[in-house]
């Protein structure tokens, strides 16, 4: 897992432990000078396995936070360098199996549950258009506004 690596592994490594590196010719040049440290710093977290969260769960900051936290952390990005980032390792760049398959690899890190939890495991893997079109179709109650 991405959390195994040092904080200095370049983009290439992290993209090889992600299975994505066919995509990697999809990155800006800025973007591919990037090391693991600089992602997880840019989410605005201080930890790997919360990164790990954030892609598989599909909950990354936009694309402007991201740059705001770059340009924070000395990094000189641009917001279609983040949207570059983004289309290689976004929770939407992988199949949700393999989300849900990272989300137990960090719940599985970090509590080191048993069998009988991972099996008691809930995971919603979901959209605000999804939430928001339930709400509208199927709504806990009627209001008149």
């Not at 040092?6 to 983009?11: E, G, R, S, Y």
């Not at 983040?82 to 990272?102: C, L, N």
Request: hydrophobic share 45%; net charge negative.
């Amino acid at each position: 897992m991405a959390a195994e690596l040092p904080d200095d592994a370049t983009i290439e490594q992290v993209a090889e432990v992600f299975g994505v590196s066919d995509r990697l010719d999809d990155l800006t040049p800025a973007a591919r000078t990037l090391t693991k440290g600089d992602m997880v710093a840019i989410l605005g977290v201080d930890k790997p396995t919360a990164a790990a969260i954030q892609v598989a769960a599909g909950t990354l900051p936009r694309p402007r936070m991201l740059a705001l936290n770059a340009q924070s952390e000395g990094l000189d990005l641009s917001v279609r360098d983040i949207q570059s980032i983004q289309g290689v390792f976004s929770g939407d760049a992988f199949p949700v199996e393999d989300r849900v398959a990272m989300l137990r690899s960090v719940a599985t890190t970090l509590d080191d549950p048993g069998e009988a939890e991972l099996r008691s495991l809930t995971i919603y893997l979901c959209c605000c258009p999804c939430c928001c079109a339930t709400a509208v179709l199927e709504p806990a109650e009627q209001a008149v506004a």
